[in-house]
C-alpha cells in the first residue's frame, strides 16, 4: 500500500495535505481526545469564548500552562518535515490544518492554511492589533494591547466562534481542486472541518489516509 500511496501521489495532478492532532503527537503534544486526551484532564468548557470573557483571568492562566508552558519547547517531527519536502519537490501544494501548533511553518512548508488560527499569534479584543507570542509577557495575565489596553486572546477559534477567513475560504477552494488527499492523523469527528475531506471524496479526489484507525 505504500508503494499504491507513493505512485498515486506522483501521479496527482494537485495534492493537498489535511493534517489534525495526531501528527504532532510525537512532537509532544497531547491529542484533545483520546485515551490520553486533554480533555480528560482540562473541562472543555473552559476553551467557550463565552467562559473566556466571563472569567478571563482564569482562561488565561490555563491557556499559559496548556499552550505556552507546556507546547512552548515543542519542535516539528519526521512527518512535519515530510510534508515540508513534499512541497519542496513540487508534489505537495498545501497543507490544510486543524492544529494550531505551527508546526508545519516551522518545519518549512509555506502554503498552509491554519483552519483553526494559529498560537503563535494574539489579537486584542477591542482594536483587533495582531501580535507576534514573543512580543507578549505572558507573567502578566491577562496580556494587554499595547496601543489601547484591551484584552489580548490567543488568535485561535474558542468553541462558539466562527472559522477565521481566509483560512476557511482558501481550504474550501483548495480542496475543490485537489486530485489527491492525505489525510494524516485526524479523525474528521469535528465540525466544520470534517467537511474538507467529505467535499474532497465528493469532488472525486483519491483519499490517503495515514492513521492508527480507518475513518467513517
Same mark, same amino acid.
Not at 481526545?33 to 478571563?56: M, Q, V
Not at 492562566?61 to 515530510?82: C, K, M, S
Given at each position: ?37 486533554? %480533555? @480528560? ?18 482562561? %488565561? ?15 516539528? @517531527? ?61 507573567? *502578566? ?10 484584552? *489580548? ?19 474550501? =477552494? ?19 472541518? =470534517? ?7 465528493? =469532488? ?6 495515514? =492513521? ?5
Amino acid at each position: 500500500m505504500y508503494d499504491k500511496a507513493a505512485q498515486i501521489i506522483k501521479d496527482a495532478r494537485r495534492v493537498t495535505a489535511f493534517t489534525g492532532a495526531g501528527i504532532s503527537v510525537e512532537s509532544g503534544i497531547p491529542p484533545f481526545r483520546g485515551e490520553n486526551g486533554l %480533555w @480528560n484532564k482540562y473541562d472543555p468548557a473552559t476553551f467557550d469564548i463565552s467562559y473566556f470573557h466571563s472569567y478571563t483571568q482564569r482562561s %488565561w492562566e490555563v491557556l499559559r500552562e496548556i499552550f505556552y508552558d507546556l507546547f512552548g519547547q515543542v519542535q516539528p @517531527n519526521t512527518a512535519h518535515y515530510a510534508l515540508a519536502e513534499l512541497e519542496a519537490r513540487g508534489m505537495l501544494h498545501s497543507v490544510i490544518t486543524q492544529n494550531v501548533d505551527h508546526l508545519h511553518y516551522e518545519a518549512g512548508n509555506t502554503v498552509v492554511h491554519e483552519f483553526h488560527g494559529s498560537l503563535k499569534h494574539l489579537v486584542c479584543l477591542d482594536c483587533r492589533q495582531r501580535y507576534e507570542i514573543s512580543q507578549i509577557d505572558l507573567n *502578566l495575565l491577562p496580556p494587554k494591547c499595547e496601543l489601547c489596553g484591551g484584552v *489580548l486572546k490567543p488568535d485561535v477559534i474558542f468553541f462558539g466562534e466562527p472559522i477565521p477567513e481566509p483560512a476557511r475560504t482558501n481550504s474550501f =477552494n483548495e480542496t475543490k481542486k485537489s486530485d489527491c488527499f492525505i489525510l494524516i492523523g485526524t479523525t474528521g469527528t469535528v465540525a466544520p472541518a =470534517n467537511m474538507i475531506p467529505t467535499q474532497a471524496k465528493l =469532488n472525486g479526489a483519491t483519499i490517503i489516509e495515514i =492513521n492508527p484507525h480507518r475513518s467513517e
